[in-house]
């Protein structure tokens, strides 16, 4: 049994890490705004002849 409690001590300890990382990149760094232009093909537009 003390090996299923070191395994769930790990994995923990891993998920603990991860949602660590994510809030110090959610906290930590901050996007920079840029114009987006996105292109869509004419045929797109154009409603289909049925």
């Given at each position: ?16 890490l ?27 537009l ?5």
């Open positions: 049994m003390p090996t299923l409690f070191r395994f769930l001590a790990i994995l923990a300890i891993l998920g603990g991860v949602f660590a990382g994510m809030f110090a990149l959610a906290t930590f760094v901050q996007p920079t705004p840029r114009e987006m232009s996105v292109t869509i093909p004419a045929s797109k154009q409603p289909s002849g049925r």
